[in-house]
Nanobody, 134 residues
Framework: QVQLVESGGGSVQVGGSLRLSCAAP???????MGWFRQAPGKEREGVAGIDSDGATTYADSVKGRFTISKDNAQNTLYLQMNSLKPEDTAVYYCAADWGSPAWRGGLWARVCPSPWVPGKVNYWGQGTQVTVSS
């Protein structure tokens, strides 16, 4: 049974930074990993994804401000969030999917779905709240 456990959420003022972590034993280097978020009254949306070989994708709303990364040895996924805005307030979820195979750089990689929608997620974390206040 795969368990994803997020940490690092909290409250921050506009322009501040937070780093989210997701412990994902056994799957960080074999699955497509990513972050979704859900604000009150809104649908869950994809924020960032990272393929098994490290290629990354971002939602337009966070490009240049958020950085997704992972540490395969530590089995941990990260989301560094800078220049936070009130509209970034949401519950953030760690996600994992088996993805699709792709031959890249002489290796097989698991590539995240594009677009990556909530219906294409195999595993979810429990979520962590991020609140940005002005």
């Amino acid at each position: 049974q795969v368990q994803l456990v997020e940490s690092g959420g909290g409250s921050v003022q506009v322009g501040g930074s937070l780093r989210l972590s997701c412990a994902a034993p056994g799957i960080v280097n074999t699955h497509c990993m990513g972050w979704f978020r859900q604000a009150p009254g809104k649908e869950r949306e994809g924020v960032a994804g990272i393929d098994s070989d490290g290629a990354t994708t971002y939602a337009d709303s966070v490009k240049g401000r958020f950085t997704i990364s992972k540490d395969n040895a530590q089995n941990t996924l990260y989301l560094q969030m800078n220049s936070l805005k009130p509209e970034d307030t949401a519950v953030y979820y760690c996600a994992a999917d088996w993805g699709s195979p792709a031959w890249r750089g002489g290796l097989w990689a698991r590539v995240c779905p594009s677009p990556w929608v909530p219906g294409k997620v195999n595993y979810w974390g429990q979520g962590t709240q991020v609140t940005v206040s002005s």
